[in-house]
């Protein structure tokens, strides 16, 4: 059987309830879900023997500035065994911004996890440390958001006298 | 075939106290390097066999400012680096120069964007702005050179601090010692 | 305007002090000391912050902070067509420019659709592995010379400057050269350049064996880094660690063999792998990938077709400039594609390749139009960078300098 459609499989078999949403693009596959279920079906992927998606490469949002759901988390995780990428992908929106952290999964997913609780200002519930990674702590904005100009705020950031 | 060949041990040099001064600073230039980013990797190129610095009088590169006088900021100046660039420059003793090393530092660079100080004399007085991206090792060393013309050519008493604190020092009366 | 005066900052200092749980000191005040080891430091490479918790000499705490050098990549890509980006690409990973110029071009090529010809794509694996090379010498140089041995370091920059001088020839710039284009490279591969890469690679195994002759049986220098700054296999890929790092923990994983791009399927090659996860292990795997390197170049510069370097798809890959200056169809094909971009069809792609210091990769997403809605760059040094606290809990001040020179990060990448 091919690897991806072994991946459906034991997702729903796992998850009879969760609705997964699978789309495919250059030979890539991306399931999006809701946010709710992220740790479990990461720690299920992770620990599952036969898929084993022991490797968090990447975590990181998209801002899709005028959609209900304003935002996107995206997680690509990687299998060595079976050496097959996987993108998994949440909604969340701006009003309830924050995520469960999947630190607990993937050491990996700490720093990149904050790096986008920098740059965008979604929370993520259960991470160990918070903080800003890039700007520093007393800057008030999240640089990535579509709505903050490319040149920055003036005065946001203060600068030594000559 | 020394100097003492020529003066044969006994003799002395007159010479002005500006020219000697200037002719001992600007031959041990000692740069500082504010190495942050790629041009630092240029600046290192600059120290290496080929393209050797040392023979121009920086033979170190220190990397404590209290005994440099030249400091190369070599790199992207962010706005959350530029306090601890100028406290480095504020540390160095005077008489200090800048060289202002690539388009990053001068104007900001390739760099228009929310975090990246557009160019380094907002909060630093430089004295030598040097382009490319980065500027080859050459470069580097034709501005070190121009830095010397320009030290060559300053007087002692045009550094600030310097000709107050001369007039206030009184030396401190000695014993003398005699060794019978 | 507010003042930025971070020392004092309660938040990083919190995070330090609530690092370890299981070590408690009667009055924490007497015994421990705060060091920073700040942004300006002789011996991190490049803008790293960190600040130690010691108690005496011996590391009980410590907490990176990176930003330095964020210099906004990942906003200014939004901003600027996929053409307009490759400059800024060469300045990630500031020590091998040529990879991240691949690494892009690849990514935007699985983005549109496009397939470089087969002569490109050597030239550009030949690149790849040249930057390698120059990358583990700067790597090896900087290791030695952080642990006391000078002479190391001048020795190996000497040898990169031929690579420099072979990148000049190639595209005219020595170092930050946006050599490659989306179809293709810039120009063709001179058979001038060529001949010098022979020749570089001919000569360049007896320098290694020089450096190794003043290192290998060094007794300071092995009893510096041995048994130092040791991470498992499995705290390894669970800390997303990639490239020498990992292979030296014992997991025999590279992008080159696993996940194959470019035409490295058709190349023999070994991925050599150490078990002990030391910073002598690091060092002797960096060694061993130079001569890996330099015997896939030697392969490539055999098995080089001839053939055009750009690939045949007008609307999409810039024409050259003697036809746009005298026919038609380029001209308008040249504006079309400087003004609007490319246009690459709606969608999202992750692309990733084996860099010099791990995975380097590319997470695009695009809505039709010339200029990226967003990209993320996964940069290995940042992951590597994360492991940094584990590994130097228990040694000393010393030691931690040796620990970053071997996991060699480079900051314009872990800052973006």
């Not at chain 1, 999006?32 to 490797?55: M, N, P, T």
């Not at chain 3, 970053?404 to 480079?410: F, T």
Request: hydrophobic share 40%.
């Amino acid at each position: 059987m091919d690897f991806k459609e072994l991946i459906t499989q034991k997702l729903k078999e796992k998850f009879p309830s969760v609705e997964f949403e699978l789309t495919e693009y250059r030979d890539e596959l991306t399931i999006k879900f809701d946010k709710k279920f992220i740790v479990e079906v990461c720690s299920f992927l992770k620990a599952s023997l036969d898929l084993e998606f022991s490797w968090c490469s990447d975590v990181t949002a998209v801002d899709w500035a005028n959609r209900k759901n304003r935002f996107t988390v995206v997680y690509n995780i990687f299998s060595m065994k079976h050496n097959f990428r996987l993108r998994l992908k949440a909604d969340v929106d701006e009003s309830d911004c924050n995520i469960d952290s999947v630190s607990s999964v993937w050491q990996a997913a700490n720093w990149q996890e904050r790096e986008t609780y920098d740059m965008y200002g979604i929370k993520f519930n259960n991470h160990p440390d918070l903080r800003r990674m890039y700007m520093p702590e007393e800057f008030e904005y999240h640089p990535l958001r579509k709505d903050f100009p490319l040149m920055g705020i003036p005065g946001s950031l203060p600068l030594p006298k000559k | 075939m020394g100097l003492e060949a020529y003066l044969k041990d006994t003799g002395f040099i007159t010479t002005q106290v500006n020219a000697i001064i200037a002719w001992a600073r600007k031959n041990s230039v000692w740069p500082m390097p504010m190495g942050i980013s790629c041009c630092a990797i240029e600046m290192m190129a600059v120290g290496d066999p080929k393209y050797d610095i040392a023979r121009f009088g920086s033979e170190v590169m220190r990397f404590t400012p209290r005994q440099c006088d030249l400091m190369i900021v070599a790199g992207t100046v962010t706005y959350k680096m530029a306090p601890v660039v100028r406290k480095i420059y504020d540390q160095m003793p005077d008489p200090k120069w800048v060289i202002a090393m690539g388009a990053c530092t001068s104007s900001g660079g390739m760099y228009r964007s929310y975090s990246v100080v557009q160019g380094i004399d907002q909060f630093l007085p430089v004295d030598i702005y040097l382009a490319g991206c980065p500027p080859r090792p050459d470069n580097l060393i034709h501005a070190l050179m121009k830095i010397q013309e320009k030290i060559g050519k300053t007087k002692a008493s045009q550094f600030p601090n310097l000709a107050s604190d001369v007039k206030s020092i009184t030396l401190p009366d000695l014993n003398v010692i005699q060794n019978n | 305007m507010k003042q930025l005066d971070d020392e004092f900052n309660p938040k990083i200092l919190n995070a330090l002090l609530k690092s370890r749980n299981d070590y408690t000191i009667e009055d924490a005040l007497e015994n421990e000391m705060i060091l920073n080891m700040g942004p300006q430091h002789p011996a991190t490479h490049g803008v790293l912050r960190l600040l130690l918790r010691l108690d005496g000499e011996r590391i009980i705490g410590c907490v990176p902070e990176l930003g330095y050098l964020h210099r906004g990549y990942e906003k200014m890509a939004e901003n600027m067509s996929y053409y307009e980006y490759i400059p800024h690409t060469d300045r990630l990973d500031y020590i091998s420019p040529m990879a991240n110029n691949v690494a892009w071009v690849l990514a935007v090529e699985k983005l549109a659709g496009i397939e470089a010809p087969k002569r490109a794509q050597y030239i550009r694996m030949m690149i790849a592995e040249l930057a390698r090379i120059a990358s583990h010498l700067v790597a090896i140089g900087a290791f030695a010379m952080d642990v006391g041995a000078l002479t190391v370091f001048l020795w190996t920059l000497r040898e990169r400057e031929k690579i420099l001088d072979i990148w000049d020839i190639l595209c005219g710039a020595r170092f930050t050269n946006s050599y490659t284009r989306i179809g293709g490279v810039a120009n063709d591969a001179q058979p001038e350049a060529l001949a010098k890469v022979k020749w570089f690679i001919d000569q360049f195994e007896p320098y290694l064996a020089e450096v190794e002759q003043l290192l290998n049986t060094n007794r300071i220098f092995i009893e510096r880094v041995d048994g130092v700054g040791v991470i498992s296999k499995d705290e390894a890929i669970d800390l997303g660690f990639s490239g020498p790092n990992l292979r030296a923990c014992g997991v025999e994983f590279d992008l080159r063999r696993n996940v194959p791009y470019l035409c490295y399927s058709e190349i023999d090659f070994n991925i050599p792998t150490y078990t002990e996860g030391d910073c002598l292990a690091r060092y002797f795997l960096r060694l061993d990938e130079c001569r890996e390197s330099a015997k896939i170049v030697r392969q490539v510069i055999e098995k080089m077709p001839q053939g055009p370097v750009h690939a045949d798809m007008p609307k999409q890959v810039l024409p050259q400039k003697d036809e746009v200056y005298t026919k038609m169809e380029e001209l308008i094909h040249d504006f079309m594609i400087v003004n609007f971009g490319i246009n690459p069809p709606v969608g999202e792609i992750y692309h990733a390749i084996e860099g010099s210091k791990g995975e380097l990769g590319f997470y695009l997403v695009s809505k039709g139009d010339g200029h990226p809605w967003k990209c993320k760059i996964r940069s290995p040094s940042f992951n590597n960078l994360q492991s940094l606290p584990k590994l130097v809990i228990g040694h000393l001040i010393s030691d931690v300098v040796a620990i970053i020179g071997s996991i060699d990060p480079i900051m314009g990448e872990a800052d973006k």
